[in-house]
């Protein structure tokens, strides 16, 4: 066999030490590449909801708000998401 050369140096650690803190890094980075996806997830659905508020705005005439007459395709779907919670 050759000899094989040992590549990470982490002081007086035995191998199951190692092994165990090698496992604790490795839920530990697990874990932060989650909560990197989710908020990149999150800042995304924030900039869609900030383009509905954009395209919902009110408009201001004489001292009230005066809000589409028909409804936009932003509430249809958002109605048949109610109706199909309702449903279920």
């Known amino acids: 066999m050759k000899n094989i050369q040992q590549y990470i140096c982490i002081g007086d650690l035995t191998e199951d030490k190692l092994v ?4 604790r890094q490795h839920i530990a980075l ?3 590449i989650k909560l990197k996806k989710e908020r990149a997830a999150l ?5 869609e909801l900030d383009l509905i508020i954009s395209d919902y705005q009110p408009e ?7 809000f589409p007459q028909e409804p ?9 998401l109610e109706n199909n919670q309702a449903d279920n």
């Open 20 to 23: 165990e803190w090698l496992r």
């Open 30 to 32: 697990s874990y932060y």
């Open 43 to 47: 800042i995304e659905r924030l900039g």
């Open 60 to 66: 201001y005439h004489e001292g009230k708000l005066s």
């Open 72 to 80: 936009t395709h932003y509430q249809e779907s958002h109605q048949t």
